[in-house]
């Protein structure tokens, strides 16, 4: 099922715990319209850039725990994925949501931990407080910082 021209249902649902993938997707049956939102949020980005990579997108309650996921996370409402761009850097990709994009993201963490990188972005308005939107964060697997351009 497509979601928008280039995203679909399953690759914003898919998990690596492969044990848990058939009830991540009936879970993220009831949040079509965040995950829609979601896709089309990620079709400006695939405009400007080229291919998206999704890394994580919805994670219903079991895959949630199992990655050891916030309980408020936006991603078990289909509201958040984490991302990459094959054809540029995660910093480049951050601050380019951030500053020029004009997307009304609600977060855009740039995470690097150890031996890996990917962008997080969120829905804002309506999905998220709107005084907590669009907030620019870097995460170096340990600690939050504000991000700022």
Not at 70 to 91: F, M, N, R
Not at 100 to 109: R, V
Request: aromatic share 8%; proline share 4%.
């Amino acid at each position: 099922m497509t979601l928008s021209p280039h995203f679909t249902f399953d690759e914003l649902t898919r998990t690596g715990q492969t044990a848990l993938q058939a009830k991540n997707r009936e879970e993220a049956k009831q949040y079509m319209k965040p995950l829609t939102a979601l896709a089309e949020m990620l079709e400006v980005i695939r405009a400007k850039f080229g291919a998206v990579r999704v890394n994580s997108g919805f994670r219903g309650s079991a895959v949630n725990a199992a990655v050891g996921g916030s309980a408020t996370s936006q991603h078990s409402k289909g509201e958040a994925a984490d991302i990459v761009c094959p054809a540029v850097t995660v910093d480049v990709l951050h601050k380019w949501i951030v500053v020029e994009s004009g997307l009304a993201f609600g977060q855009c963490i740039l995470e690097k931990p150890p031996g890996s990188a990917w962008v997080h972005i969120s829905l804002g308005a309506s999905y998220r407080d709107p005084k907590k939107c669009g907030e620019s964060l870097a995460f170096d697997g340990k600690t939050y910082t504000a991000k700022r351009y």
